[in-house]
């Protein structure tokens, strides 16, 4: 599985970003598209998750009720809408692929992925 992530970019704080990460390759064998990212001199830390059916999603406790993720199976594409964005916030931001079932517990980890995107910057200004 080959991962494009896309639409980052410089926004200002409060303001609105949605990301896109279209896969292409095995993509029926994808169980779980996770998004993650790193700030600079930090470690890469999990955001969101969503499992292939849509039916089951998992979100950092930084992120959640502001960030939205969801999949188009159709286009083998995940998405990470980013609203209310802050300068925390700011990191390249990372799509990944688990093509082995886990339990929602390990989504968080980036052991579980196998697969990852090159990256997309987001930047929060004050």
């Known amino acids: 599985v080959q991962l494009q992530a896309s639409g980052g970019g410089l926004v200002q704080a409060g303001g609105s970003l949605r990301l896109s990460c279209r896969a292409s390759?095995?993509?029926?064998?994808?169980?779980?598209w996770g998004w993650f990212r790193q700030a600079p001199g930090k470690e890469r830390e999990f955001v969101a998750a969503?499992?292939?059916?849509?039916?089951?999603?998992h979100y950092a406790d930084s992120v959640k009720g502001r960030f939205t993720i969801s999949r188009d199976n159709a286009i083998a594409t995940v998405y990470l809408q980013m609203n209310s964005l802050k300068e925390d916030d700011t990191a390249i931001y990372y799509c990944?692929?688990?093509?082995?079932?886990?339990?929602?517990?390990?989504?968080?980890?980036?052991?579980?992925?196998?697969?990852w995107g090159q990256g997309t910057q987001v930047t929060v200004s004050s």
């Open positions: 969503v499992n292939w059916g849509g039916s089951t999603t």
């Open positions: 390759g095995r993509t029926f064998g994808v169980y779980t």
């Open positions: 990944a692929a688990d093509t082995d079932p886990s339990l929602v517990s390990k989504w968080v980890l980036v052991s579980t992925y196998e697969h």
